[in-house]
């Protein structure tokens, strides 16, 4: 029979339909009148061979078939299916593991060959576990990562396909195995896997999809909505709602600990965000006076995400704790079968290992990860959603009073630092005309001074430590760790430089003052901080963080390339017995163009237009030193430095454009700077969420959530921002057009033949002869 394989193969291998089908009849028929099946099981157990090395494959006939084969060759795989329908279950290995022919054709989208395996199927007599295996094996080969074979299982693979066809085929085809297994008295609690090996669900699957392939967003949302439909338009016999319907995956989290609407939020898809934020709001049931929504925030916000994953991690440990691990199988083995029973020793269990619980990212802690940040268009998009909105509110009246605490803290603290730097100087380097019998004040006032402000620094820096300490705790540490960066950077060299300052004046009193001055200006730059909180100011500070960190960045690379290159050269040029080493003919000038270092600073005060060089003429090679100048000129002072003020004027028009979205953003930006300070301290004394605590019940299991009250009516609720008018462009619906028919008036003036008046009319229709007299309507106005 191997020859006859071979053939087939061939036959297959050239898309020679009729002779493939020959070879199928034939062997058909001779299984029957021998009564064996001998062909059958050549069928199941033949694999095919490359054809240049000979050697063997891991490709039964039907991969081979449905790898060769068009559409229009489908008879050859439906009859393939008909001999021996145990071949849809063979999976492939190695880098292909998994993979089975179903999932090929629904790669393919072969969906009139689906039908009819479909069909042959129910008619098929196969074992349960075969039925079962052709529909749960999951495709985990290395090949087949960030593909549409990623989803595994059969179903959501023809998901990823983004073919509502080839998706409704196979869901039907799925739900249709699983409710024959049940009917055939098989396991009764056969249920539709939702979840594949790496815990995703198909809704997980699809916002990976999305984003990776942006482009697809549109062919991701109609097949969204397809399975939800589908899911909800299911009678009470379907089995895929199990794994389809939205109240019973959206809660479900993968290994990462992240349900869809996370992961949504993590890579930035405001519009698959707002899909299931919506989807997943509950009508309150207890507000009779007003129409109200509670929108499950219990992942979204930061205190409540923390308090269900702590009270989930407290359960597991209990749970685990009243277990019994396995026999030690060491102990087990040296067990004397054949003792009597006084001699037998009682042996127990193993301990069970702690199993450590992972946490994950609320949402509002996505919002400020460095990979979702950088794209402010998406979560300016999320945070524009009015729960998202009330959310962030809420928890700014929750937090403001110790806002507003620090605030007047730090600045009564900075105001007292200033008095009492400035009254050092006085004591630490006295001049000529300070008065003697003034020095006891300043004195007592420093010291004093002194004393409050290293506990103050102590006190900073401990904060400080406490910052960088919950940046790598987080969840998700590494993208989390650049949040407000500047911000602490700023708090800790404050308090850094604060208490070596007092420390030093303790030591001697004459002391270098580079640390206070340091120290100075890095607490009054902190100040910005708290004017993240103010709508007026925030979008400003926006601005000037956007500018610093981007515009200035950019521009700082080619004034660096512009300021080492041309230094050498003037250096170079002006470098030499009888050269003149300054730029001017002023011979005590101390910044000489023979040292490098001061070279460079001569440059950019040329750049800034704040000198010039007026002994360029005695250059050694004054033509090549003119030509430096001007090409130098122009690099800086016309290109580089209009490049920059024109990046700028951008930056401060696109911050302008979006300023409540950025008010919204440094708002929270500075609640979860807040939180961060107490953050490690949740673990001992866990906080206070501000938002009520709801039981949920879903398929007969009772959950704890948190939940956001929204009232439609309530225009506290509401929230209105000044956008631009681009900035929900993508919630405009599209509209039917409206066609408008404008008639044409007709302007006439008539002589009356007897008064010898003019008469000026229009006429809108000659149909109906509508004429409106402009003298009289004129003389009516003016009486008016």
Known sequence: MTTEMEALQRAIKNQNMSLALKILDENKKNEEKEKKLSFKSDLEHYYCKNENSKEKTDDNILHFAVTHLDEKHRPVIEELVRQCPELLEKAKGNKHQGQTPLHILIVRKHNDTLQEIRRLLLDATIGDNIRH???????????????????????????????????????????????????????????????????????????????????????????????????????????????????????????????????????????????????????????????????????????????????????????????????????????????????????????????????????????????????????????????????????????????????????????????????????????????????????????????????????????????????????????????????????????????????????????????????????????????????????????????????????????????????????????????????????NREISLSVYGRTVFLNIRLMFGLGDIEVIGQARDPAMAYAVYLVYVTMTYLILLNSLIAMISETCAAVRQNESAFYRTQQLSVILFLEDIFYLSWYKFPPTSPFGLREVKRNGVTEIKYFLKMTDKNPGDQFEEKASPTAYHSTVKSTEPLTINITQPFYEERLDAESKQVTKLIRWNDRENTEINLTDLAMENSHR
């Open 133 to 587: 295996n052709i529909f749960n094996t999951k495709v985990q080969g290395t090949l087949f990562r960030k593909t549409s074979m990623e989803g595994e299982l059969p179903y959501i693979v023809a998901v990823l396909t983004l073919d509502i066809e080839t998706a409704k085929v196979v869901i039907e085809m799925t739900d249709d195995q699983a409710k024959k297994i049940k009917s055939e008295g098989g396991n009764a609690d056969e249920k539709i896997a939702a979840q594949n090996s790496r815990g995703d669900t198909a809704y997980h699957c699809l916002v990976k999809h999305a984003a990776r392939h942006p482009e697809d967003i549109q062919k991701v949302i109609a097949m969204w909505d397809f399975l939800t439909s589908f899911a909800k338009n299911c009678n009470e016999n379907r089995q895929i709602e199990n794994a389809l319907l939205p109240d019973n995956v959206f809660h479900l989290t993968n290994k990462e600990g992240m349900r869809p609407l996370q992961l949504a939020a993590h890579f930035g898809l405001p519009k698959l965000f707002s899909m299931i934020l919506n989807s997943e709001k509950i009508p309150n049931k207890d507000d009779r006076l007003f129409d109200s929504n509670l929108f499950d925030i219990s992942v979204i916000d930061t205190v409540s995400h923390f308090l269900l994953q702590r009270k989930q991690e407290e359960e597991t440990r209990r749970i685990k704790s009243t277990q019994v691990g396995p026999m030690n199988q060491s102990n087990s083995n040296n067990f004397n079968s054949t003792a009597t029973p006084s001699t037998k020793k009682l042996e127990v269990g193993q301990k069970v290992k702690k199993v450590k619980s992972q946490y994950s990212q609320s949402v509002l802690e996505m919002m400020c990860n460095r990979s979702v940040a950088r794209d402010k268009n998406s979560v300016f998009e999320i945070i524009r959603q009015p729960p998202m909105k009330k959310l962030i509110t809420k928890k700014w009246k929750s937090n403001r009073k110790w806002f507003f605490i620090w605030l007047a803290l730090h600045i009564s603290i900075m105001i007292l630092y200033s008095f009492n730097a400035m009254q050092w100087s006085i004591v630490a380097f006295p001049t000529n005309t300070t008065n003697p019998g003034t020095e006891d004040l300043p004195v007592t006032f420093v010291y004093g001074s002194s004393c409050f402000l290293i506990g103050v620094g102590i006190v900073y820096l401990f904060i400080s430590g406490l910052l960088i300490v919950t940046r790598f705790v987080r969840p998700n540490a590494l993208q989390y760790a650049t949040h407000d960066l500047e911000y602490l950077i700023l708090m800790l060299v404050f308090s850094v430089c604060l208490v070596i300052d007092k420390v030093w004046y303790f030591i001697s009193v004459e002391h270098d003052a580079n640390a206070i001055i340091i120290s100075l200006l890095c607490g009054w730059w902190f100040s910005i901080f708290f004017c993240r909180a103010f709508e007026s100011i925030s979008y400003y500070v926006a601005m000037i963080q956007r500018v610093i960190f981007g515009d200035l960045l950019r521009f700082g690379l080619f004034l660096v390339l512009a300021l080492v290159s041309f230094s050498i050269a003037f250096q170079i040029l002006f470098q030499g017995t009888g050269v003149p080493t300054t730029y001017d003919s002023d011979a």
